[in-house]
Structures are given as structure tokens and as C-alpha cells.
């Protein structure tokens, strides 16, 4: 009778499944990267910007995963993620660093998401169309916090006091990861690979932690993207999974991001390439930047005296900066480095111009005619990246954009 007890005791001191300590770290992990899994697929790409569709098992699977492990609501997450899109940046933002300062972001991302949820105003402007079944209704939102105790109960059940922890690392991994680094770091430090109108960056490498939302700068450049990764060094753990759920029919891309193509042969502009050139524009502004600005000024530097080579140096980074994020500072830093060097000056302003012809609405035919305006004057310019860039411009198509898939 006493070994039983003590049998008893022990099983309920340190939960019916004993492992090393480092099988309780890999459960964990494994939890936990089923609710990032949960957070990027279904709630994000899914259900904020539509870029997927997926079978409803697979949808009410992850449902209940989020009512289990984060009390999370879809509408609420949903309606707060797009007007972080429609106000970024701005005062309205949710949670911008730019705004309340890294340090509340990163800290108290979760205090900021339950105020924004508190707004009936912005779920009722920007919740619109996620679930509303009798499951939503009368269990997921209504009785959120039910199932985070529930979670508590079968992880103390089955791993005992190490349980309380495995729960606990679970309760802090979206509000840190999500709430914090991707909402915080993911708008303050990191690498950019287009020149959005926000401060989104990529903050690489953690894509296996956080299912791929690490290249924030890259969602902020095509929402409406199914696949997040862009350069060929990047990699969407999530876009994976997508794929793994295509494979087997459980899932149906809708879109991702448009990558202009040059076709080698293509020497006269067209309404494919106005299309090309409206829809790429972020890949074409950074290929510009590649291509056109750095070549620039890497000659320029090779060439200057230390004074100008010191002027080009601090005002390197506001050459491929968009022009609506840049500070006092970094506009005077800027005006010193193009002021010293005309050629570079030249290209900066080629390249305002041809931002300038997707910024106001035209008719194809007065877009083309832009296009075939900018080329022609930008061959004649006599610098050689740039006439290079205007004759490449020419050839420019649109790639694949949709993903063929079932659901």
C-alpha cells in the first residue's frame, strides 16, 4: 500500500510521461512551434490577408490549438494586425516602437494588443470576415481563458511541476516573440530589403522560432503574399509547412508576391512592361539601388579626396532610403553627399523621377510614354550603371504570381 502511494505521489509530483531534462525542453519546443505555426499560417496569412485558403479541419485544428495555448481570438488578432497595416507608424498604429518607444513594445506588446481589443471601433472597421460559428460564439471568444487552464491541467498531468514550467514557457512565447520582437525589433533594427513607406525590417536569423516572420520588411512589402521569403538565402519555414499542406490537398495559395523577370530579347517598352514596372516596383526600386546607386558611389569613393569621401560615406544609407522616413538629420546628411558629387546627384534624381511615375495615376499609353521619356534620357546620360539599368528596364515582365493548389 505504501509503494503505491508513493508511486502515486510520484507520478503526480512529476506528471505520467518522466523524461531527461532535455525531453522536457524538446516538448517545449515542439509546443510552442506548433503555436507559431498556428500564428503565421492560420491567423496571419490565412485569415488577415487571405493569401491562403485551407481545408476547414485543418482551420478549426488550429482554432482550438489557439484557444489552448494563447486565449487568443481570431477577430480580435485579425482586426488589430490589419490596422497595424492601414496605420503604420502612424499614432493609430497598435504598437509601433516608432511611436510608444522600443522599450513598451518590446516589454508590454501583450498590454498593447489587449487595449487595441478593447476598441469595438477597430474590430468593427477591420475584423470583418473571420469565423463566426456557434464554436466562436459560445466557447473560443467567450470563454478565451478556459482553455489556457485547461493546457495548465494536462501539462502538470503529464510532466508534473516540469509541466508548470512547459506551460508557462508556452503563456510568455507569443506575447515575447510575436507581441515583442516581431512588433518591436521587426520596426527598429535589422535589414531591409525594399524601401517600404514604414520602418519594417527583416530581422534574420530566428525564421525557425518564428515561422518565418523574421522578414517583416518583406511581408510589409506584398501583404497579400503567401511566401515571405524573398532573396535566395532566406528561408519561410512557414511557406514549408503552406506547401506541405498543398502537397496533400489541404491547402490552396491565392497568392505571392509578383518578381518582375528581364527578358533578354525584349528591347521595345510595352504594356507588359508598364505593368511589370507598376506592379514590381519595390523589386525594381531595389535592383535600382543594386545596380544603379551603390555601382555609383563605390566609383565616386574610389575617386574622391578624404573630405568628400567622408560626405559620401555618412550620407550612404539616405541614397536608397525612402525619402518619407528620413529625419532632419539624415536630408542634411543626404543634400552634403549629393552636393559633392554630381554624378551621383544625377542618378539620385533619375531615381526620384522614376519613383514619381507610379506615384500619380496614369493612362497606360502616358505611362509608356514616361517610361520610353526616363529611358532614352537616362542612356543619354552617359553613366554607364545607369545606361545599363535603362536598356535592362526595357526587358522587364511579370513572372508567375499564383501558386496552383487544392483545397
Same mark, same amino acid.
Given at each position: 500500500?505504501?509503494?503505491?502511494?508513493?508511486?502515486?505521489?510520484?507520478?503526480?509530483?512529476?506528471?505520467?510521461?518522466?523524461?531527461?531534462?532535455?525531453?522536457?525542453?524538446?516538448?517545449?519546443?515542439?509546443?510552442?512551434?506548433?503555436?507559431?505555426?498556428?500564428?503565421?499560417?492560420?491567423?496571419?496569412?490565412?485569415?488577415?490577408?487571405?493569401?491562403?485558403?485551407?481545408?476547414?479541419?485543418?482551420?478549426?485544428?488550429?482554432?482550438?490549438?489557439?484557444?489552448?495555448?494563447?486565449?487568443?481570438?481570431?477577430?480580435?488578432?485579425?482586426?488589430?494586425?490589419?490596422?497595424?497595416?492601414?496605420?503604420?507608424?502612424?499614432?493609430?498604429?497598435?504598437?509601433?516602437?516608432?511611436?510608444?518607444?522600443?522599450?513598451?513594445?518590446?516589454?508590454?506588446?501583450?498590454?498593447?494588443?489587449?487595449?487595441?481589443?478593447?476598441?469595438?471601433?477597430?474590430?468593427?472597421?477591420?475584423?470583418?470576415?473571420?469565423?463566426?460559428?456557434?464554436?466562436?460564439?459560445?466557447?473560443?471568444?467567450?470563454?478565451?481563458?478556459?482553455?489556457?487552464?485547461?493546457?495548465?491541467?494536462?501539462?502538470?498531468?503529464?510532466?508534473?511541476?516540469?509541466?508548470?514550467?512547459?506551460?508557462?514557457?508556452?503563456?510568455?512565447?507569443?506575447?515575447?516573440?510575436?507581441?515583442?520582437?516581431?512588433?518591436?525589433?521587426?520596426?527598429?533594427?535589422?535589414?531591409?530589403?525594399?524601401?517600404?513607406?514604414?520602418?519594417?525590417?527583416?530581422?534574420?536569423?530566428?525564421?525557425?522560432?518564428?515561422?518565418?516572420?523574421?522578414?517583416?520588411?518583406?511581408?510589409?512589402?506584398?501583404?497579400?503574399?503567401?511566401?515571405?521569403?524573398?532573396?535566395?538565402?532566406?528561408?519561410?519555414?512557414?511557406?514549408?509547412?503552406?506547401?506541405?499542406?498543398?502537397?496533400?490537398?489541404?491547402?490552396?495559395?491565392?497568392?505571392?508576391?509578383?518578381?518582375?523577370?528581364?527578358?533578354?530579347?525584349?528591347?521595345?517598352?510595352?504594356?507588359?512592361?508598364?505593368?511589370?514596372?507598376?506592379?514590381?516596383?519595390?523589386?525594381?526600386?531595389?535592383?535600382?539601388?543594386?545596380?544603379?546607386?551603390?555601382?555609383?558611389?563605390?566609383?565616386?569613393?574610389?575617386?574622391?579626396?578624404?573630405?568628400?569621401?567622408?560626405?559620401?560615406?555618412?550620407?550612404?544609407?539616405?541614397?536608397?532610403?525612402?525619402?518619407?522616413?528620413?529625419?532632419?538629420?539624415? &536630408?542634411?546628411?543626404?543634400?552634403?553627399?549629393?552636393?559633392?558629387?554630381?554624378?551621383?546627384?544625377?542618378?539620385?534624381?533619375?531615381?526620384? &523621377?522614376?519613383?514619381?511615375?507610379?506615384?500619380?495615376?496614369?493612362?497606360?499609353?502616358?505611362?509608356?510614354?514616361?517610361?520610353?521619356?526616363?529611358?532614352?534620357?537616362?542612356?543619354?546620360?552617359?553613366?554607364?550603371?545607369?545606361?545599363?539599368?535603362?536598356?535592362?528596364?526595357?526587358?522587364?515582365?511579370?513572372?508567375?504570381?499564383?501558386?496552383?493548389?487544392?483545397?
Amino acid at each position: 500500500m505504501g509503494i503505491e502511494y508513493m508511486s502515486f505521489s510520484l507520478s503526480m509530483l512529476y506528471g505520467y510521461l518522466q523524461l531527461p531534462w532535455w525531453g522536457y525542453v524538446l516538448v517545449a519546443l515542439a509546443l510552442t512551434h506548433v503555436t507559431i505555426v498556428t500564428v503565421t499560417l492560420f491567423l496571419h496569412r490565412c485569415q488577415a490577408h487571405r493569401a491562403l485558403d485551407m481545408h476547414p479541419l485543418v482551420q478549426h485544428f488550429f482554432r482550438f490549438w489557439l484557444w489552448l495555448t494563447t486565449g487568443m481570438v481570431t477577430k480580435e488578432w485579425v482586426a488589430i494586425h490589419r490596422k497595424h497595416h492601414a496605420k503604420c507608424e502612424t499614432p493609430e498604429d497598435p504598437h509601433s516602437p516608432h511611436v510608444y518607444g522600443i522599450g513598451k513594445v518590446m516589454l508590454e506588446g501583450a498590454e498593447l494588443y489587449r487595449a487595441e481589443s478593447l476598441r469595438p471601433e477597430t474590430m468593427e472597421a477591420y475584423g470583418h470576415g473571420t469565423p463566426d460559428d456557434w464554436l466562436e460564439r459560445h466557447l473560443y471568444s467567450r470563454h478565451n481563458f478556459m482553455g489556457v487552464t485547461l493546457m495548465a491541467f494536462i501539462d502538470a498531468a503529464l510532466f508534473g511541476v516540469y509541466g508548470i514550467v512547459i506551460w508557462a514557457v508556452q503563456m510568455l512565447w507569443i506575447p515575447f516573440w510575436a507581441a515583442g520582437v516581431i512588433n518591436g525589433l521587426g520596426h527598429y533594427r535589422g535589414y531591409r530589403n525594399y524601401e517600404t513607406t514604414d520602418g519594417s525590417t527583416n530581422v534574420s536569423p530566428i525564421g525557425i522560432i518564428v515561422g518565418g516572420e523574421e522578414m517583416h520588411n518583406n511581408h510589409h512589402a506584398f501583404p497579400s503574399s503567401a511566401k515571405f521569403s524573398m532573396r535566395r538565402w532566406e528561408f519561410d519555414i512557414g511557406w514549408m509547412y503552406i506547401r506541405l499542406l498543398q502537397a496533400f490537398g489541404l491547402a490552396l495559395v491565392k497568392k505571392v508576391a509578383p518578381r518582375p523577370v528581364i527578358v533578354a530579347d525584349k528591347d521595345k517598352l510595352d504594356a507588359e512592361t508598364a505593368r511589370a514596372v507598376v506592379v514590381g516596383r519595390l523589386h525594381l526600386m531595389a535592383n535600382y539601388a543594386r545596380q544603379v546607386m551603390l555601382p555609383v558611389l563605390r566609383e565616386e569613393l574610389h575617386k574622391a579626396d578624404d573630405s568628400c569621401r567622408r560626405l559620401l560615406k555618412r550620407g550612404r544609407r539616405a541614397l536608397v532610403r525612402e525619402e518619407s522616413r528620413m529625419d532632419e538629420r539624415t &536630408r542634411a546628411r543626404l543634400a552634403d553627399a549629393l552636393e559633392s558629387c554630381e554624378s551621383l546627384n544625377t542618378v539620385y534624381q533619375f531615381r526620384l &523621377r522614376l519613383q514619381a511615375l507610379w506615384s500619380r495615376t496614369q493612362a497606360t499609353d502616358k505611362l509608356l510614354g514616361s517610361l520610353q521619356e526616363w529611358c532614352t534620357q537616362a542612356e543619354a546620360s552617359g553613366i554607364r550603371a545607369l545606361q545599363d539599368f535603362a536598356r535592362e528596364l526595357r526587358g522587364y515582365s511579370l513572372g508567375k504570381t499564383v501558386v496552383s493548389g487544392r483545397v
